[in-house]
């Protein structure tokens, strides 16, 4: 099963957007059995020059991601939302409207656990549950195996065992690279 990610260029915004809009050009698909992890530096996802996989965490957040959605939309830009079980129960109905937007959902543990801390049961059975809460919310169905197999480790704290765990769930783990100008 592959799953497609949005990727925006500049300047190549669709018909329907407004002409000066960065649009979303065109989405790759990564294939959970070939892409066990995405750092931000691998040359095997096929990104161009300037294509960005834009993804934002720890949400929903009832202040910030209508915000967020307003200026996605504005741009006629697709992301990826990394959510929090917990959070995803307390704002439901952010978490459809990012889905009916269009946008990715993707998953960020039950509470934002740093996953290391944890026995490997405890660990799985925190991702089962965010998993099932996001799922249950956005698409009436509580089951543990998600749609999409996109995984951001809290606080980025991962381990060899943490990554074995994710994999056999056949999940890809998301890191992130954070470049600053200079």
Same mark, same amino acid.
């Given at each position: 099963m592959g799953i497609g990610l949005v990727l925006s260029i500049p300047g190549l915004a669709s018909a329907k957007c407004a002409p000066d809009a960065l649009g979303t050009a065109r989405t790759i698909v990564l294939d959970p059995k070939k892409h066990r992890a995405v750092s931000g530096k691998e040359t095997g996802l096929g990104l161009r020059h300037k294509e960005v996989i834009l993804t934002f965490d720890d949400g929903p957040i009832a202040g910030k991601t209508p915000r967020i959605l307003k200026a996605l939309k504005k741009e006629c830009v697709k992301a990826t939302f990394f959510y929090v079980g917990t959070m995803a129960r307390a704002y439901p109905k952010l978490v459809r409207k990012v889905v009916n937007q269009g946008h990715t959902l993707a998953h960020h543990t039950h509470s934002h656990n740093r996953l290391p801390?944890? !026995? @490997?049961?405890?660990?799985?059975?925190?991702?089962?549950?965010?998993? !099932? @809460?996001?799922q249950k919310i956005a698409y009436s169905d509580a089951s543990t195996t998600p749609r999409t197999p996109f995984f951001r480790y809290p606080y980025l704290a991962r381990s060899k065992r943490t990554d074995r765990m994710l994999a056999k769930k056949g999940m890809i783990a998301f890191g992130a690279e954070i470049r600053q100008n200079s």
């Open positions: 801390n944890y !026995s @490997s049961a405890k660990a799985s059975r925190l991702i089962d549950k965010g998993i !099932s @809460s996001l």
